[in-house]
């Protein structure tokens, strides 16, 4: 029998549930080797949401050591920012707290090319995307945000060098799909990963880029070329970081398809309670079975956003754990609770973002068309 094997497709919301599987595939190494030998004082870390890496270690010794580090991701401006995209600001604003500088892309070449999204809208989604990350609480005077399309001809050189590196057999292999757009978007990806790493764009940095796993198979790629460039370019591979993709709320793919099942950061608090109140839980058919049995966290996608957003305090969500498994909370009550939180964040995120919006052309230039 054929085996089969697994793809990664970073334009297709994909329901991801065996990371280890993954990790053996695509050698993607365990971020809990690190957690002895370094301070990775989040809970991303110590809860796993961050679970994978790639040469993660190399970049911590250079920021301990002192040496020229940052950190690097992109946001495609298509769909409206949701608590998946903030798994990402939080990852930049930890990042940021360790003094390290953060760049940001945004997109906006993907998303025509791949989403075929209309240049305007993007555009004005990009400042979007800004706006939100800031009142996450990224420091914008310690960041650096830049549309693709408005990169200077230096960037778009390097896209048609790294072109000449790439084989069809190649890009087959990693995403399946070879459509132009796609092929142009992976590219581009790789030199928003790598040109940090040029004088003409301030000098040397070894580069971190915190990004969900899906977006893996651009750093194979990117990998791969800066292997084959050896002394012409002389680059480096990047280090990379994983996280699980937190799940819709009806625990399948989010998709923007479906923008009902993903609770957005500009949703007005009825919406968001909504939302709430119709999710999948990990609770039993009836109330006595659960009381008997307790619910199944694992299933449970207000559980995910507890782990991931709504309780930072280890106790609190341990509490809220042994409560559901042992049948003491039903999901009724449960629910209310996680929509108090969900409600705090969300009021204080949205105050912050109307203030950020009023001066994120300050951070970003939008692109004139
Ligand atoms: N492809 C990414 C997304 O879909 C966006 C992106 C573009 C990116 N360039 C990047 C992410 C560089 C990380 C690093 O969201
Ligand atoms: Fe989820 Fe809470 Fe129900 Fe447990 S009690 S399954 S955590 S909603």
């Not at 094997?5 to 280890?20: A, S």
């Not at 993007?122 to 995307?129: E, H, M, P, S, Y």
């Not at 909504?274 to 049995?293: D, P, S, V, Y």
């Not at 042992?326 to 409600?343: H, M, N, V």
Request: glycine fraction near 6%; charge should be neutral.
């Amino acid at each position: 029998m054929e085996e089969k094997h697994l793809r990664l497709d970073p334009w297709e919301y994909m329901l991801i549930d065996d990371y280890e599987k993954l990790m053996i595939e695509f050698g993607i190494r365990p971020v809990s080797e690190l957690l002895g030998a370094y301070n990775l004082d989040h809970y991303y870390f110590s809860r796993g949401i961050i679970f994978g890496h790639r040469d993660f270690d190399t970049w911590l010794k250079k920021l301990y050591t002192g040496e020229r580090v940052a950190v690097l991701t992109g946001f495609m401006p298509s769909g409206e920012p949701h608590v998946g995209t903030a798994t990402v600001y939080e990852e930049l604003k930890y990042f940021q707290s360790k003094g390290v500088y953060v760049k940001v892309t945004i997109a906006d070449a993907e998303a025509y090319a791949v989403r075929k999204e209309d240049r305007a809208i993007t555009i004005k989604r990009g400042l979007d995307f800004v706006a939100h990350a800031v009142a996450w609480g990224i420091d914008p005077e310690k960041a650096e945000f830049y549309y693709q399309t408005e990169m200077p001809s230096s960037y778009y050189r390097l896209i048609q060098m790294f072109s000449r590196k790439v084989t069809e057999a190649e890009m087959k292999a990693i995403y399946g799909d070879l459509s132009p757009s796609k092929i142009i978007s992976a590219l581009t990806q790789a030199v928003d990963i790598l040109h940090l790493q040029l004088d003409e764009y301030g000098g040397y940095r070894y580069v971190l880029v915190p990004v969900g796993v899906d977006q893996d198979p651009h750093l194979r790629l990117t990998r791969d070329i800066v292997d084959r460039f050896g002394q012409e370019l002389q680059l480096e591979r990047p280090s990379s970081i994983y996280h699980k993709l937190i799940k819709g709320l009806d625990g399948n793919k989010m998709s923007k398809s479906r923008p009902e099942y993903a609770i957005h950061l500009s949703d007005p608090i009825d919406l968001a309670q909504k939302k709430i109140n119709m999710a999948l839980t990990g609770g039993r058919a009836t109330a006595e079975e659960q009381r008997r049995l307790g619910g199944e966290p694992h299933k449970c996608s207000i559980y995910e956003l507890y782990v991931y957003h709504l309780v930072k305090d280890e106790r609190e969500l341990n509490d809220i754990y042994v409560e559901c498994t042992t049948g003491k909370i039903l999901c009724g009550p449960c629910k209310i609770r996680a929509f108090e939180k969900l409600k705090k964040l969300l009021v204080e995120h949205q105050e912050r973002y109307r203030e950020a919006l009023k001066s994120v052309e300050k951070y970003i230039k939008p692109p004139s068309f």
